[in-house]
């Protein structure tokens, strides 16, 4: 649970200086939930300097100047999960890096088993900033 933008950001941060190589982060949650901020801290765990903006428009951004790459996912715009070819997604997922995909279950199919699933849900009863960051397997169910 998180109680705060910097909570979540926080929590990002310790997964990512505990992260290795070749893990794949499938993150969900509505707009607005913190995606992009919890993506932000694990840049921060992975000791990226350069500031983390979500690639919407882009698909994916590269950032190698950490102690590991981070592959940064967007698939919100995604027509086709043949578009993820085009871009090599599988040179990210089973590369020397981390990926992380924001809006994950629009690419499940994609996705290996051995993936971390991140959930992150709002529950405006507790607070607007309260956000429930359900880890595990990468099961959408």
Partial sequence: MSYSPEETFSIGER??????????????GD?????TLFTK?????LDIKREITSPTFNILKIYRDGRLPLYHFDVYRIGDVSEMDEIGYEDC??????SLVEWAELIEELLPENCIHIKIKKDPEKGSDYREIEINDCSFD
Avoid: N
């Fill in 41 to 45: 801290g694990l840049a921060r765990g």
């Fill in 93 to 98: 997922f089973y590369g020397e890096g981390v």
């Fill in 31 to 35: 707009l607005g939930t913190g995606k």
């Fill in 15 to 28: 997964m990512g200086k505990s992260i290795e190589k070749g893990s794949i982060i499938a993150l969900s």
